[in-house]
């Protein structure tokens, strides 16, 4: 009984109405804090909502392209035009003088043209004229689309350029054919590849066709190359003597790499139904810009040769 008499006593204070009221401040602080909180919240929400409006409208023209900017841009492209060419001048130079090294330098000179001009387009994009971010997606999402559409053939172009700069199938000075045309690479362009053919042309050949079409590399990177020299004899000549004859012109001859095989090969040929034996002298010359040099002197010391030898005759060809 006098624990059940405690505990109603004790029930009856703690239920008073000063603990009431306490409760009720505690709720009322609780409700303006959520209220201050709401109202906290909606301004920020505003704030952020005006400041995205802000930066999606368009910047004046005159804080993104003035005089001053477009001056900047014109100097700053024509002194990184003339410092490239200089640079590729002057590795071309360097190249020419090194038969080992010419291969290997000429190889640079595109990488570096490339690498150079997209550092030349940073900095006058975002050094000189400096746009903003949601600017630069702008151009670049309505530059893409035009020129997408309006210039497919020179992207592809283009793209064959970067795609042959990466996966070599030639190098700048390497010795390829394409198609009819034979030659010497003298540049690896954005849009075309130019060789220089045995006359002395110079032949552009889009990128889009190079790699669309089988390519012959005479060299592979190397610095010389095999030489064939075809040479018509009467189908009664010696071939043995034909051979030794051909092989000693071959080793003798002031553009010969000695460090691979010289190898003679006889076939039947008719011509003007007439049988006649075409010798192929292939040897190697050690450098490649002596390639119809070298071709021209085997040619031209075989045929004095087997005469002076007497191994053929002038009315043989008769």
């Avoid at 004229?129 to 997606?137: G, K, R, S």
């Avoid at 009664?236 to 051909?246: G, L, S």
Wanted: aromatic share 10%; proline share 4%.
């Amino acid at each position: 009984m006098k624990k059940r008499f405690i505990y109603l006593v004790l029930l009856t204070l703690f239920s008073g109405p000063g603990f009431a009221q306490a409760d009720t401040v505690v709720l009322q602080d609780e409700e303006k804090a959520v209220v201050t909180d709401s109202a906290q919240l909606s301004t920020d929400s505003e704030d952020v909502v005006e400041k995205a409006r802000r930066n999606l409208q368009p910047p004046p023209i005159s804080e993104v392209i003035s005089f001053s900017k477009i001056f900047w841009s014109i100097i700053f492209l024509t002194i990184g035009y003339f410092f490239i060419r200089f640079i590729g001048s002057v590795l071309g130079s360097i190249a020419e003088r090194s038969t080992r090294y010419r291969i290997t330098i000429k190889g640079i000179i595109p990488v570096f043209n490339i690498l150079g001009w997209v550092f030349i387009l940073f900095v006058v994009i975002a050094g000189i004229f400096h746009p903003p971010l949601e600017t630069i997606v702008a151009v670049t999402a309505s530059v893409s689309i035009a020129v997408g559409f309006a210039a497919q053939d020179v992207l592809k172009n283009v793209f064959g350029g970067i795609m042959i700069l990466f996966d070599r199938p030639f190098k700048v000075g390497d010795k390829i054919e394409i198609g009819s045309h034979y030659g010497e690479v003298l540049e690896i362009g954005l849009r075309s590849t130019r060789i220089v053919t045995a006359d002395d042309s110079l032949v552009s050949v889009p990128n889009s066709e190079i790699m669309n079409q089988s390519v012959s590399n005479a060299n592979a990177g190397e610095a010389n190359c095999q030489v064939v020299a075809e040479i018509y004899l009467p189908i009664t000549v010696d071939t043995e003597k034909a051979r030794h004859v051909a092989m000693e012109v071959a080793q003798v001859s002031r553009f010969v790499y000695l460090n691979k095989p010289i190898v003679v090969l006889f076939f039947n040929e008719v011509k003007d139904r007439k049988s006649y034996l075409k010798m192929r002298l292939k040897a190697y010359v050690a450098d490649i810009r002596n390639e119809f040099a070298f071709k021209s002197d085997m040619t031209e010391m075989v045929m004095r040769e087997l005469l002076n030898a007497k191994i053929i005759s002038p009315d043989d060809f008769k």
